[in-house]
């Protein structure tokens, strides 16, 4: 019989680009794994004149230009609805929105469900689970919210940051989310960054996953969605001894833009000053000494060269030194859904 489901790798696209649009800082919340770095990002709050035009500064109308807002909490800020707006008229293919469900400033009123996608955060499948990683009662905002969106006709995705703390609980997500009306499903891996990376406490080893852990768990659940109809995403994480290695920094277009001006086109190097831009003026200024873009040619038998330098601890060697298995770029995809007939 024919496997009705498809998974898989999602190439870089040359003629594609992502613009991932930190409006500001400030969050509502406070989640354990935050990934936001005060220190490297700032606390600003831009102004919705800045806002138009950074996005005018990105805009590409002759490419496909995918913007996601983020923050902090990008609906805490009053100007995003005029911000969406502003997008589409420069002629961004696709607008998301990631929030942690709170949906502020009275969000789903003021645009109209063709003028943005939402995609909400939850890092666990009940209260139990997701509450404390996220904040009290967090749970039941986000769900109530997303329902809401569902309802008023908004295309809805979740994305479920994967940590020792929740992977465990991963597998009862896609029954919840189609209960929900939720047509896509990220899952993420805990980048071991912000509060995650703290070197305080031991809290990023609590956080790692194995690759076992991984390969026994994520393709699994993502085949489960597949078969309750929703499209999953999830990132590659490891690459097969055949499949060759692609550092999105030198193939692809990937902008992370924060309210500080840091441009950053490697989201592992979001905690260090090697940002490959600067914001001044309103113009783009491409930086010269120590950068990340200097980086990214580095060949190495580990595969991607940020892992090795700032999560040393992901990686395993067999006896004669060789890598256990190689790291995928992090931003290297995978995709799983059902063909439709
Ligand atoms: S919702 Fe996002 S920005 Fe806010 S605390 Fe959680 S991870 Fe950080
Ligand atoms: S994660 Fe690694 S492979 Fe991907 S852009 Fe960054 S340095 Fe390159």
Same mark, same amino acid.
């Given at each position: 019989?024919?496997?009705p489901?498809?998974?898989r #790798?999602?190439a870089?696209?040359?003629?594609?680009?992502? &613009?991932?649009?930190?409006?500001?800082?400030?969050?509502?919340?406070?989640?354990?794994?935050?990934?936001?770095?005060?220190?490297?990002? %700032?606390?600003? #709050?831009?102004?919705?004149?800045?806002?138009?035009?950074?996005?005018?500064?990105?805009? /590409? +109308?002759?490419?496909?230009?995918?913007?996601? =807002?983020? %923050?902090?909490? +990008?609906?805490?800020?009053?100007?995003? +609805?005029?911000a969406?707006?502003k997008?589409r008229?420069?002629?961004?293919?696709?607008? #998301?929105?990631?929030?942690?469900g709170?949906?502020?400033?009275?969000?789903?009123?003021?645009?109209?469900?063709a003028?943005?996608?939402?995609s909400?955060?939850?890092?666990g499948?009940?209260?139990?689970?997701?509450?404390?990683?996220?904040?009290?009662?967090? =749970? /039941?905002?986000?769900?109530?919210?997303?329902?809401?969106?569902?309802?008023?006709?908004?295309?809805?995705? &979740?994305?479920?940051?994967?940590?020792?703390?929740n992977?465990?609980?991963?597998?009862?997500?896609?029954?919840?989310?189609?209960?929900l009306?939720?047509?896509?499903f990220?899952?993420?891996?805990?980048?071991?960054?912000?509060?995650?990376?703290?070197?305080?406490?031991?809290?990023?080893?609590?956080?790692?996953?194995?690759?076992?852990?991984?390969?026994?768990? &994520?393709?699994?659940?993502?085949?489960?969605?597949?078969?309750?109809?929703?499209?999953?995403?999830?990132?590659?994480?490891f690459? %097969?001894?055949?499949?060759? =290695?692609?550092?999105?920094?030198?193939?692809?277009? *990937?902008?992370f833009?924060?309210?500080?001006?840091? &441009?950053?086109?490697?989201?592992?190097?979001?905690?260090?000053?090697?940002?490959?831009?600067?914001?001044?003026?309103?113009?783009?200024?491409l930086?010269?000494g120590?950068?990340?873009?200097? =980086?990214?040619?580095?060949?190495?038998?580990?595969?991607?060269?940020?892992?090795?330098?700032?999560?040393?601890?992901?990686?395993?060697?067999?006896? *004669? %030194?060789?890598?256990?298995?190689?790291?995928?770029?992090?931003?290297?995809?995978?995709?799983?859904?059902?063909?439709?007939?």
């Amino acid at each position: 019989m024919p496997n009705p489901f498809q998974q898989r #790798t999602i190439a870089f696209q040359r003629n594609e680009r992502n &613009v991932f649009f930190h409006i500001l800082t400030a969050c509502n919340l406070s989640c354990r794994h935050c990934y936001i770095n005060p220190e490297q990002h %700032g606390t600003g #709050t831009l102004p919705e004149e800045t806002i138009f035009a950074w996005l005018k500064l990105f805009a /590409a +109308p002759d490419k496909k230009t995918n913007l996601i =807002f983020l %923050g902090g909490e +990008p609906t805490l800020h009053p100007a995003l +609805p005029n911000a969406i707006k502003k997008a589409r008229k420069l002629g961004y293919q696709s607008i #998301t929105v990631d929030t942690n469900g709170y949906l502020h400033n009275n969000l789903l009123h003021k645009i109209s469900p063709a003028d943005a996608v939402l995609s909400f955060s939850l890092d666990g499948p009940s209260p139990e689970i997701n509450d404390p990683l996220r904040g009290q009662g967090v =749970f /039941a905002a986000c769900t109530e919210n997303l329902a809401k969106a569902v309802s008023m006709g908004f295309e809805v995705s &979740v994305i479920y940051t994967v940590s020792a703390l929740n992977i465990e609980h991963l597998a009862a997500m896609p029954r919840l989310l189609t209960d929900l009306g939720v047509n896509h499903f990220f899952i993420q891996v805990i980048g071991l960054r912000g509060k995650s990376a703290a070197p305080s406490d031991n809290f990023s080893q609590t956080l790692q996953i194995s690759h076992d852990q991984w390969l026994n768990t &994520v393709p699994k659940v993502a085949l489960d969605a597949a078969e309750l109809g929703l499209h999953v995403i999830f990132p590659k994480v490891f690459l %097969g001894p055949d499949e060759p =290695f692609e550092c999105a920094g030198l193939v692809a277009e *990937n902008f992370f833009i924060f309210p500080n001006g840091r &441009v950053y086109c490697c989201p592992l190097c979001e905690d260090y000053p090697i940002h490959s831009y600067q914001i001044e003026n309103n113009a783009l200024i491409l930086r010269s000494g120590l950068i990340e873009k200097n =980086f990214f040619p580095i060949a190495i038998p580990e595969g991607c060269i940020m892992n090795k330098l700032l999560q040393p601890g992901s990686l395993n060697y067999q006896e *004669n %030194g060789k890598p256990c298995h190689l790291i995928s770029c992090c931003l290297l995809k995978q995709e799983m859904t059902r063909i439709e007939k």
